[in-house]
């Protein structure tokens, strides 16, 4: 199996597993498929897509908040849904 397809499988496991870009860059890059990082991601459903889908699981708490940005995602995606849930 050539890196691009492990790369965008291991993507996309870590994904539905809640992680956000970020962590999942930094796991592929650990694995060594530095070089098929960017193809990956790109390969996935947008992130904040991904985080809203996550906060509308589990609720649009603190805690899940902070739990969005210890998986990685992005810091803006995470306020931007903070602004969000203070308004809902």
């Not at 098929?36 to 991601?41: K, N, R």
């Not at 390969?43 to 985080?51: C, D, F, S, W």
């Not at 739990?67 to 306020?79: K, M, Q, S, T």
Request: proline letters at 3%; glycine letters at 12%.
């Amino acid at each position: 199996m050539d890196d691009r397809r492990v790369a965008a499988g291991r993507a996309a496991a870590l994904a539905g597993r809640g992680y956000g870009d970020a962590a999942i860059r930094a796991l592929l890059e650990e694995e060594g498929l530095a070089e098929q990082v960017e193809d990956a991601l790109a390969g996935l459903e947008p992130e904040a897509e991904r985080a809203r889908r996550l906060l509308a699981r589990a609720g649009r708490t603190p805690k899940e908040l902070r739990r969005l940005a210890a998986r990685g995602f992005d810091p803006g995606v995470v306020e931007e849904l903070a602004q969000f849930a203070d308004e809902g």
